[in-house]
Every structure is written in C-alpha cells, then in structure tokens.
C-alpha cells in the first residue's frame, strides 16, 4: 500500500495508465494537477469526467472555487489526509499528474518560505517580467537557471521569497534525498513518449478539447471570476482562449497557438521531471494500450517496491 507516484509531460497518457492500475492493483488515484483542483476548468484540463471517477475514485479534484487561491502547501495537506483515508481502507494510493512543484512539495517538503506577502506581491506583480528575471539572476542564479522563465507567478513568488527573507529562494528548500524519498515516500514512475507521438496526441486532444467547447466553458468560466485568479488564469488553453474572446486573434489561430504552448510545457516537463526527480522511466509506444502501459507499471512498482534508494531506468 506503499503511495505509487506516476508523473510524466502533459499529453503522455498518464490519467488512462493511472485508471488501469489502480483497477490491476486496488488502488485510488490522487491528482497531482493544479488546475484540477478549480471547479469549473473541466475541459481545458482534461479533468476526469463522471465515467472514469465511477470506475476509481479520484481525490483531490475540484477542491477548490476559482475565487480561492490554491497552492503547494495546500496540496501537500490534502493529499496527506487522502493518501491516510486511502491506506486505512486497504488501497493503493496513485498520485497521478504533471505539476512537478506539487511532486516536489509532496517529497522535499515546503522549506522554511514565508508566506505571501499581499503588499509586496501587489509591487511585483505591476512589475516587468524582464525586470524580475534580472533580479533573480543577480540574487538567485540557481534558481534562475531552474525556474520557468515563462511563468510570472513562479518567477513572483520566488523574487517575494528573496526579497523577505533575505536569502536565495533555492537556499530555501529541504534538502534532496533521493533514497529518504523513495524508501518513505512511495514508488517514483514516469511515462514518456518519443516526441513525434507525443506531440501528435497533444494536437489530437487540443483538437478534442475545442470540439467538446473549451470556447463556451471558458466563456462561463469569465462569468465566475476566472480572470480575477491570476493562478487559474495561467492553464494553457483558457489563457490564449480568453485573449480570443477578447479579439486578439481568430479562433483557427488560436487553436494552433494552444497546441503550441502545450507542446512547450510537455517539454520544459520533461526537463523538468528529467533533472529535478529520480523518476524510474517507461516507455509508451504508439501502439501500447493503457492497460498494457499499466501491467508494465505495475511489474516495475513491485520489483521498485522491494528495492531500496532509487530506481533503474526501464
């Protein structure tokens, strides 16, 4: 009943594996997702519908209203009360997504960063994201060289931290241990893909996600407050949906500049998850059926279950 960790770029296949192996293994799956977590952004996020939580439950899943604010911290608490209700029932708990911080939360923990503060958030937020990024690289060049470049609250929240506290955002954060996390923390899996067929199944689900009306949900999104959350605000698809609703450019080009900003963060995760986590990697082919992907998870957890310290790439 050890906690299952299944991480991988957006687009990988990583929520239809993750229902498979939790039928294979009894488990329940816990989303590492944090857009997920607003109710509401069901299409653009690829939320599981009523179909899949009826085959497996699912936590950590519109938790929260887009007038909330959701973040690491609150995260790492739900997912500890889910992963605790999930092992007194006799299951396996799968945390299952593509939002590294929330990985990375849940295994370092959260440091010693102060909280927000509102004042100063306000200043950096009017402030130019260049401005900013110069700042962290003269104060944090390690962070500078990690961090999102292209994700202000990120960027934000990591110039706050430097300015309250003094010290580099990276000097910040428990140290990485990767034997303390695998031997206390779970099984570290990751799915990857080669990139011709990943980005053709990140076209295809772009493609899907504005058949089934990401245009008309982003619209009723607007009407409950999506664009006074900066944080909801930054999913991939609502943002640049958003800008169309608001004339900047033709639905078609909009469509293509979502499937390019997606294949931009199935990139910059794999990176990510490549150098930030040891992940025991599976390859999916074109051809692999989620329940075969699973069946090979499932054989890599138990020979990792019984191993200590990292895993080996499969």
């Not at 519908?49 to 007038?67: K, Y």
């Not at 995760?269 to 999916?284: P, S």
């Amino acid at each position: 009943m050890r906690p299952i960790l299944l991480a991988g770029p957006t687009g990988v296949g990583k929520s239809e594996v993750a229902l498979c192996l939790a039928e294979q293994l009894g488990g329940e799956i816990i989303s590492v997702d944090s857009m997920q977590v607003y109710r509401g952004l069901d299409i653009g996020t690829a939320k599981p519908g009523p179909a899949e939580r009826a085959r497996v439950p699912h936590h950590l899943i519109d938790v929260a209203e887009l007038t909330e604010s959701f973040d690491a911290a609150r995260f790492v608490r739900l997912a500890r009360q889910a992963v605790q209700a999930i092992q007194t029932r006799g299951k396996t708990p799968i945390l299952c997504g593509g939002t590294g911080l929330y990985f990375r939360a849940w295994l370092e923990g959260l440091g010693e960063a102060p909280p927000a503060d509102h004042g100063l958030r306000a200043e950096l937020e009017a402030t130019p994201l260049s401005d900013l990024l110069r700042e962290l690289a003269q104060r944090d060049p390690l962070t500078f060289a990690r961090i999102d470049r292209q994700n202000p609250r990120r960027v934000i929240r990591a110039v706050e931290v430097i300015r309250l506290t003094g010290k580099p955002f990276s000097a910040q954060r428990a140290p990485w241990n990767a034997a303390a996390q695998t031997a206390a923390r779970g099984v570290l899996v990751g799915l990857a893909r080669q990139p011709d067929d990943l980005r053709r199944r990140i076209q295809a689900r772009v493609d899907r996600m504005f058949e089934l009306g990401l245009v008309d949900e982003t619209r009723r999104l607007l009407a409950r407050g999506l664009a006074q959350n900066p944080t909801a605000l930054q999913a991939i698809g609502y943002r640049q949906v958003v800008e169309h609703l608001q004339g900047a450019r033709s639905l078609p080009e909009t469509i293509a500049l979502v499937k390019t900003r997606t294949w931009q963060l199935a990139r910059r995760q794999m990176t990510w998850f490549r150098g930030q986590m040891r992940l025991d990697w599976v390859e999916v082919g074109p051809e692999d059926s989620p329940e075969a992907v699973a069946t090979r998870v499932a054989h890599r957890c138990r020979i990792l279950a019984g191993q200590s310290g990292a895993g080996h790439p499969a």
